[in-house]
């Protein structure tokens, strides 16, 4: 649960910018129905507990933060539609994350990627801060009786899951035929702030730069654009089910710097809007 009060807090902020982060969402929201003529979506797509679902609430309705849970995470089972209002016919797709789920739900939307049916895909990360579905880190396959040692190797294996998952969409973009982009979304900003070098070299480079370098080389730049972005979608400590801790959110990060993130990744959706029109 966030802390007291973090509702108003945030309000407030957004509040005081209401007429400029209005302004940007409704040039997203006039995009997005720009493509009833042509129907193509956005995959949003990543593992599970990155906040898939959060992004998507965001980008197709408003979101009372007051009011809305967007803290709780909720394991997701199928293939979730995300239908804009007042235009069912265009839609934000977003598959499970968890290793289990994905064979049988990520083959068709891997096809659809081939042949063209998504105009983006919206990948997401999180520095290896994935959510865990288990009540407690002790009922974790992975927990050896140490909690910081665990704590340390679950971020590093999914990490590592992360660049599986860019791979397996890399291929598919790959031959796909049609204008697209692609952007790397890394989240959960409020547990590693302070660490953006770090950050940067994992996504910029390394394995995970290395296959997005790949890909763009592969790629007509005319019909194809990467772009990265970082954000907290919300503020929440990195906890289990259970309630129990296994990082704090990162010191002197605050609600205006999470409402900034949020704002900053409508500017480059914004910018790809942009790059999208060009001939």
């Known amino acids: ?87 069912p016919r265009t839609r934000i797709v977003v598959p499970p994350g968890q290793a289990h789920r994905r064979a049988g739900a990520w083959s068709e939307l891997q096809a659809d990627i081939a042949a063209g049916r998504y105009r983006g895909v919206i990948l997401l990360a999180a520095y290896g801060y994935h959510d865990l579905a288990e009540g407690s880190y002790k009922n974790h396959p992975g927990y050896r009786g140490n909690k910081a040692e665990f704590v340390e190797a679950h971020l590093a294996s999914c990490r590592a899951d992360e660049v599986r998952i860019l791979r397996s969409v890399t291929e598919y973009v790959r031959v796909c035929p049609e204008k697209m982009w692609l952007l790397t979304l890394v989240t959960k900003q409020d547990l590693w702030a302070g660490g953006e070098k770090a950050v940067a070299d994992h996504y910029r480079g390394g394995d995970w730069g290395a296959a997005v370098g790949e890909l763009v080389a592969a790629k007509d730049p005319r019909r194809f654009r990467h772009e990265h972005a970082a954000a907290s979608l919300l503020i929440r400590a990195f906890e289990t089910a259970a309630g129990e801790s296994l990082a704090k959110n990162a010191e002197g990060y605050d609600h205006k710097a999470q409402v900034t993130s949020v704002r900053r990744v409508i500017e480059v959706l914004d910018g790809l809007r942009l790059w999208e029109a060009e001939t």
């Open 1 to 87: 649960m966030p802390e007291p009060g973090l509702g108003w807090q945030i309000l407030n902020w957004v509040w005081d910018r209401k007429d400029e982060i209005a302004g940007g969402l409704a040039r997203i929201y006039a995009w997005f129905r720009g493509w009833a003529d042509a129907p193509r979506g956005i995959l949003i797509i990543g593992p599970g507990g990155t906040g898939k679902t959060t992004l998507a609430r965001l980008l197709t309705g408003p979101v009372d933060w007051v009011r809305d849970t967007l803290w709780e995470y909720s394991e997701s089972i199928g293939i979730e539609r995300y239908p804009l209002p007042g235009d």
